[in-house]
């Protein structure tokens, strides 16, 4: 059984940092995509950034470029997201999910987690 489970939202001032995890047991970690998506009040869900399964290649919207970073650790199934230089329009729901391909396409996704709140104040 998969389960994808994200951890380390909070609430942060603006200008400061948070690293979030995100554990995917039950998949083979050497061979499916990591991406974090998050989806802000009274918007559509947004891909953040995305790595390939052996950290060849990431990915990051622009909004989040030079501020955010992606990397996993496939010993212990797990994906990071650090977050610095946060800015209160961070302020999202944050999902992480499972794939085989690089893309921005949430369809190509095939396992989610249940997301974790990140609040940034002003």
């Known amino acids: 059984q998969v389960q994808v489970v994200e951890s380390g939202g909070g609430l942060v001032q603006a200008g400061g940092s948070l690293r979030l995890s995100c554990s995917a047991s039950?998949?083979?970690?050497?061979?499916?995509?990591m991406g974090w998506f998050r989806q802000a009040p009274g918007k559509e869900r947004a891909y953040v950034a995305g790595?390939?399964?052996?950290?060849?290649?990431?990915y990051y919207a622009d909004s989040v470029k030079g501020r955010f970073t992606i990397s996993r650790d496939n010993a212990k199934n797990t994906v990071y997201l650090q977050m610095n230089s946060l800015k209160p329009e961070d302020t999202a729901v944050y999902y992480c999910a499972a794939g085989l391909y690089l893309s921005s396409e949430e369809g190509l996704y095939d396992y989610w987690g249940q997301g974790t709140q990140v609040t940034v104040s002003s």
């Open positions: 039950g998949l083979p970690s050497s061979t499916y995509v």
């Open positions: 790595i390939t399964s052996r950290s060849t290649s990431t």
